[in-house]
């Protein structure tokens, strides 16, 4: 069977789908105790295999109930996903990609109350979709941000690997070191997202984007600029100019370090194995931290990320909301992180077990810190629940851009952001 549907660009294009039979209508009765099909958005499909093995490992222990992927562009996903729910023809298992839009859909009606969905002890990142103290999402992937770091330029420069007791400037120190030492290679790649400077900042401060005062960011940018400056990794504006990869600066080599995300692991494993990246060892060890309090394999590291998870379409019949329920409830699940974890990806549910599964897959790293900094860690989210998170983002990507541009020293566009947020957001 064919599971993808690739969404088209615009509602009549979704329209001409749906006549033809190739969208899930939230309105078709489905046949009382007979098989039922749900629609579910997804992305990148043939790139991004957990959909497809979520689905098919809950049809194996529900065999009446078929969950087929509707494809969207990832690019344009949430506009696309929020246009086909508007025009009636909108998945019946909305993924969230992005938690800064669960407040759009929620507020517009077109999520479903899944607060009776049963969720394991431990999951992480079910807060990140409890508005008012109603769930309208479950999480079943939750990745952080971690450090990844090419093993074999560290021994090709003399410079000792992390042990999980670095801070920021230890951090730049190597990063200093690694570029004198490594043969062409720069120390650090620091990708252009904004998240890449704020998410640490916010984090490890301890602050709250919605609060709109900014000032705490200004260290953070400051060691990133200077690392462009020195010549340490590969500045903002070349990076925007060659529309640089993060997978292509740190697979091939051209990088010994890069902060990133846990999804980066499935990605690396793929692109060695098909030979899109070089062959070098290569480690995880936890993000520097602000300070030593929070630094060493006895404490937790702090770091941030949101989760993935699944929301129901408020439209659906009851009958199709009660097996999406049963497939929310499966995909938080021991069984599914069992299945996420087996191709490198980062379940919202770990333990002991899973951990051993996710290192167990070929061309993983097996040392003892890289197993450490996947699994210990205080997790902030990157987005706070808030129907003003995507606005006031939209207004800090300005900022960031601005910054790492040089088209605005920090002090500038950091009090530019902070006005902007005040009157054209508002804060309470």
Avoid at 84 to 98: C, R, V, Y
Avoid at 198 to 212: E, M, R, Y
Wanted: glycine share 8%; charged share 20%; proline share 5%.
């Amino acid at each position: 069977m064919n599971r993808k549907i690739l969404a088209a660009g615009s509602i009549a294009a979704v329209a001409a789908l749906a006549l033809a039979g190739c969208s899930a209508d939230a309105d078709e009765p489905a046949e009382p105790g007979g098989p039922i099909t749900l629609s579910m958005s997804a992305w990148s499909i043939d790139t991004t295999p957990e959909f497809q093995a979520l689905a098919d490992a809950f049809h194996d222990q529900n065999p009446d109930i078929t969950i087929d992927l509707k494809e969207y562009d990832p690019t344009d996903y949430n506009t696309l996903v929020t246009a086909d729910l508007a025009a009636g023809s909108g998945p019946d298992i909305i993924t969230q990609k992005e938690v800064k839009y669960v407040t759009t859909l929620q507020e517009g009606g077109q999520l479903l109350d899944v607060s009776d969905v049963k969720l394991p002890d431990g999951i992480g990142g079910a807060d990140s979709y409890t508005v008012d103290g109603v769930a309208y999402a479950t999480p079943y992937r939750q990745d952080s941000w971690v450090l990844f770091y090419n093993k074999d330029l560290f021994e090709k420069a003399g410079v000792t690997e992390p042990d999980g007791s670095w801070t920021w400037d230890d951090y730049d120190a190597a990063a200093a070191k690694l570029t004198a030492g490594a043969g062409g290679a720069k120390g650090s790649y620091t990708h252009r997202w904004q998240s890449v400077v704020q998410g640490f900042a916010n984090a490890q401060t301890g602050s709250d984007i919605l609060k709109g005062k900014y000032d705490y960011m200004k260290p953070y940018y400051e060691r990133v600029l200077k690392l462009d400056a020195d010549g340490d990794q590969v500045d903002f504006n070349t990076s925007s100019a060659n529309q640089l990869t993060y997978q292509g600066e740190f697979g091939k080599q051209k990088a010994a370090m890069m902060p990133m995300g846990t999804w980066f692991v499935a990605t690396l494993i793929a692109q060695q194995a098909s030979g899109d990246a070089d062959d070098f060892d290569w480690g995880i060890a936890p993000i520097p931290q602000l300070d030593s309090s929070t630094t060493g394999t006895d404490s937790i590291p702090v770091t941030f990320g949101d989760p993935t998870g699944f929301g129901i379409n408020a439209a659906v019949s009851a009958e199709k909301a009660a097996a999406a329920k049963k497939f929310l409830e499966f995909a938080s699940s021991e069984d599914a992180a069992q299945v996420l974890a087996n191709i490198g990806i980062t379940p919202a549910l770990s333990s002991d077990a899973v951990a051993e599964t996710y290192f167990a897959v070929a061309g993983a790293p097996t040392d003892d810190l890289s197993k450490f900094a996947w699994s210990t860690h205080k997790v902030l989210p990157e987005n706070p629940t808030s129907s003003k998170t995507a606005a006031i983002q939209g207004i800090l990507g300005d900022m960031h851009t601005a910054i790492m541009s040089g088209s605005a020293d920090v002090d500038d566009a950091i009090a530019e952001a902070e006005d902007r947020v005040a009157n054209e957001v508002g804060l309470d």
